[in-house]
């Protein structure tokens, strides 16, 4: 078959990468390729694709594929979208390649570095007090105390189970390849890792459960019954915001929070990554350098080897002073 780009993108997207990731990924990435990639390349033959066609596209998407007035760098594309529409474009060409479709891959030969920097709104603390205050007003207080104490990625808290939960040890057995397909969990990988909780959080969870003991899901919506949607976890969130009088901040702002005022409060590189589910210390010490006070507590000493349970449960004690 004679692929155009388009055809071969749409063919992909269903047929190699469905499959292959969680559904939240394949939605973005579908709508990369609705909104960027098939529009500026679609109707060119596949195998007539060249670096100066590829180079010609990515220039024009960087200077006016933004469709967001309201973004600080509008009509420009951000780098970090720029980023992720190559990617996605190598990926797609880099099978046709081992398809036989094209000898190539004409966009291999472009790079866009990722930031070495974290870009992070974080909460002060007393912001992060008001944050909590209307959290409880709006009687979502333990999703979030979970997720300022956690610093859970939004995928993970909205799946996570009561089985997930061991109270007496006071950790959480996080899958980092759970997801929910039909209200019901999806696993897409064995990837796991263990975190200490603080006692308090601990302790709101096990309240939390008393509301809902039958439902599986640690968080079920009260109307559903099924785990919240990423969308609607963020509109709480911003109705949260709206009542604690704060600026706008992003979802994930609040794992950025948790992991600056962690390192800041004294837990070490190699316990905080892996928490967070990171495997370079290092690099996550520079990541958040911009947002460190000058201290000594971000080294990363013995960052290859693995944090002790004991030592997890004192990052655990670090966390909930910051809290409570």
Same mark, same amino acid.
């Given at each position: 078959?004679?692929?155009? =780009?388009?055809?071969?993108?749409?063919?992909?997207?269903?047929?190699?990468?469905?499959?292959? *990731?969680?559904?939240?990924?394949?939605?973005?990435?579908?709508? $990369?390729?609705? &909104?960027?990639?098939?529009?500026?390349?679609?109707?060119?033959?596949?195998?007539?694709?060249?670096?100066?066609? *590829?180079?010609?596209?990515?220039?024009?998407?960087?200077?006016?594929?933004?469709?967001?007035?309201?973004?600080?760098?509008?009509?420009?594309?951000?780098? &970090?979208?720029?980023?992720?529409?190559?990617? $996605?474009?190598?990926?797609?060409?880099?099978?046709?390649?081992?398809?036989?479709?094209?000898?190539?891959?004409?966009?291999?030969?472009?790079?866009?570095?990722?930031?070495?920097?974290?870009?992070? &709104?974080?909460?002060?603390?007393?912001?992060?007090?008001?944050?909590?205050?209307?959290?409880?007003?709006?009687?979502?207080? =333990?999703?979030?105390?979970?997720? $300022?104490?956690?610093?859970?990625?939004?995928?993970?808290?909205?799946?996570?189970?009561?089985?997930?939960?061991? =109270?007496?040890?006071?950790?959480?057995?996080?899958?980092?390849?759970?997801?929910?397909?039909?209200?019901?969990?999806?696993?897409?990988?064995?990837?796991?890792?263990?975190?200490?909780?603080?006692?308090?959080? =601990?302790?709101?969870?096990?309240?939390?459960?008393?509301?809902?003991?039958?439902?599986?899901?640690?968080?079920?919506?009260?109307?559903?019954?099924?785990?919240? @949607?990423?969308?609607?976890?963020?509109?709480?969130? @911003?109705?949260?915001?709206?009542?604690?009088?704060?600026?706008?901040?992003?979802?994930?702002?609040?794992?950025?929070?948790?992991?600056?005022?962690?390192?800041?409060?004294?837990?070490?590189?190699?316990?905080?990554?892996?928490?967070?589910?990171?495997?370079?210390?290092?690099?996550?010490?520079?990541?958040?350098?911009?947002?460190?006070?000058? @201290?000594?507590?971000?080294?990363?000493?013995?960052?290859?080897?693995?944090?002790?349970?004991?030592?997890?449960? &004192?990052?655990?004690?670090?966390?909930?002073?910051?809290?409570?």
């Amino acid at each position: 078959m004679n692929h155009t =780009v388009e055809s071969w993108a749409r063919y992909w997207l269903e047929h190699h990468d469905q499959p292959s *990731v969680r559904p939240s990924t394949h939605r973005a990435h579908r709508y $990369l390729m609705e &909104n960027h990639i098939i529009p500026g390349l679609g109707k060119l033959p596949l195998a007539e694709l060249t670096e100066e066609k *590829v180079a010609a596209f990515l220039e024009e998407v960087r200077l006016h594929g933004n469709h967001r007035p309201e973004s600080k760098c509008y009509p420009q594309m951000s780098e &970090n979208t720029m980023r992720h529409i190559h990617r $996605l474009l190598c990926q797609c060409l880099r099978q046709g390649v081992q398809d036989g479709l094209i000898e190539s891959n004409p966009a291999a030969s472009f790079h866009y570095a990722k930031p070495a920097t974290v870009v992070a &709104n974080p909460l002060s603390t007393l912001e992060v007090e008001d944050y909590l205050d209307a959290a409880e007003e709006l009687d979502h207080l =333990v999703i979030f105390t979970l997720a $300022l104490t956690s610093g859970l990625r939004e995928g993970e808290l909205i799946t996570l189970q009561w089985d997930d939960l061991d =109270v007496e040890q006071k950790v959480l057995t996080v899958q980092g390849e759970r997801a929910v397909k039909n209200g019901e969990p999806v696993v897409y990988g064995e990837r796991t890792r263990v975190i200490s909780l603080p006692y308090p959080t =601990v302790d709101l969870l096990v309240k939390e459960h008393r509301k809902h003991p039958s439902s599986p899901w640690m968080f079920p919506h009260p109307g559903t019954g099924k785990p919240y @949607s990423p969308t609607m976890l963020r509109r709480v969130h @911003s109705q949260i915001l709206e009542k604690a009088g704060i600026d706008h901040i992003r979802l994930e702002d609040l794992r950025h929070t948790f992991a600056i005022q962690a390192l800041q409060g004294g837990m070490t590189a190699k316990e905080l990554s892996t928490i967070l589910g990171h495997t370079r210390p290092d690099f996550l010490v520079r990541s958040y350098r911009a947002y460190l006070w000058e @201290s000594g507590n971000a080294g990363v000493d013995g960052a290859i080897c693995e944090p002790s349970l004991k030592e997890l449960q &004192n990052a655990a004690e670090i966390l909930g002073g910051l809290l409570w």
